[in-house]
C-alpha cells in the first residue's frame, strides 16, 4: 500500500482584507483619471474665489460680492453631482459592504447638500442683491431679513438639508476609504485622507474645502499607485506572490 502524505497549511490571520482576484478590478482609461483627478481640482479652485465672512453679517459680507457669491454657489451645484460620480466610479468594481454604503450615501448628498446650495447659496445671494435696490428699505432691516432667511432651520449651518447632505458625503469618504483599503489592496493612507478630506469638503469655504478637496486628489493618486504596483510584471525568474 502507498501511503499518500498531505500537508495541512494553516489559515493565514495576519490581514483580513481580501486582496482583488487579477482582473477583477479594471484599470482606469486615461479619460476616467481626468475625470477622477480633474472635478475635485477645478471644484476646488472654485472655492479659493468663495466670499469670506465669519456668517453673523451674511448681508455685509456678501452686498459687494453678489456676483462672486451666485457664481460660485451655481457652480457648486453642478460639481456636487459631479462629485458624487467620482467617488462612484473610484469604487467601480468593489464589492463588500462599505462600498455598497457608500453609494447609497452618494443619494442623500446629492439631494440635501444640493438642495441646501440652492437655497442657502444662491437663494440668499438673490436676496442680498433685490434688497441692495429698495432705497427704501433701511439698512438694518436688510441685514436682518437676509440673516433671518439664512438661518432658517431647513437651511441654516446646522440646519436640516445641510445636515444630512453633509452627513452623506462624509459617510461616502469614510465608507468609500474602508472598501478600497479591505477589498481593492488600497494603502492605509488612502482611507485615513478620504475621510479628512469628507470632513473639510463640507465646510466648502477657503482654505477648508480646498483643502479638503486637494487631500482627495491625493488619496485617489495614492490608490492608482498601489494599482498600478499590483498590475506591475514580476521582474524574471522571479514568480508573483499569489
Do not use: C
Not at 492605509?188 to 477648508?208: D, E, F, R, W
Request: charged letters at 10%; hydrophobic letters at 50%; a negative charge.
Amino acid at each position: 500500500m502507498t501511503a499518500f502524505a498531505t500537508q495541512t497549511v494553516p489559515p493565514n490571520y495576519g490581514d483580513e482584507r481580501s486582496q482583488p482576484e487579477a482582473g477583477q478590478l479594471r484599470a482606469f482609461t486615461a479619460g476616467e483619471v481626468a475625470f477622477l483627478i480633474g472635478v475635485p481640482l477645478l471644484w476646488g479652485i472654485l472655492l479659493l474665489f468663495h466670499p469670506g465672512g465669519e456668517g453673523d453679517e451674511i448681508y455685509l459680507d456678501a452686498q459687494d460680492n453678489v456676483t462672486r457669491f451666485l457664481v460660485v454657489h451655481i457652480g457648486m451645484m453642478l460639481f456636487i453631482p459631479l462629485m458624487a460620480a467620482v467617488i462612484y466610479l473610484l469604487l467601480r468594481g468593489v464589492e463588500g459592504t462599505a462600498a455598497w454604503v457608500s453609494r447609497i450615501a452618494l443619494v442623500p448628498f446629492v439631494v440635501f447638500y444640493s438642495a441646501w446650495e440652492v437655497l442657502q447659496g444662491i437663494g440668499v445671494g438673490i436676496l442680498v442683491n433685490e434688497l441692495k435696490g429698495l432705497p427704501q428699505a433701511q439698512p438694518a432691516l436688510r441685514e436682518d431679513l437676509v440673516q433671518d432667511f439664512a438661518e432658517h432651520p431647513l437651511i441654516g449651518p446646522f440646519g436640516v438639508f445641510g445636515s444630512i447632505g453633509s452627513m452623506g458625503l462624509i459617510v461616502a469618504a469614510i465608507a468609500a476609504g474602508v472598501a478600497l483599503y479591505r477589498h481593492a489592496g488600497a494603502p492605509i493612507s488612502v482611507p485615513v485622507l478620504l475621510a479628512i478630506s469628507g470632513l473639510l469638503i463640507t465646510v466648502h469655504p477657503p482654505p477648508y474645502g480646498p483643502t479638503g478637496l486637494a487631500l482627495f486628489i491625493v488619496a485617489v493618486l495614492l490608490y492608482m499607485r498601489s494599482q498600478s504596483r499590483d498590475r506591475a510584471p514580476a521582474p524574471l525568474g522571479q514568480p508573483r506572490a499569489a
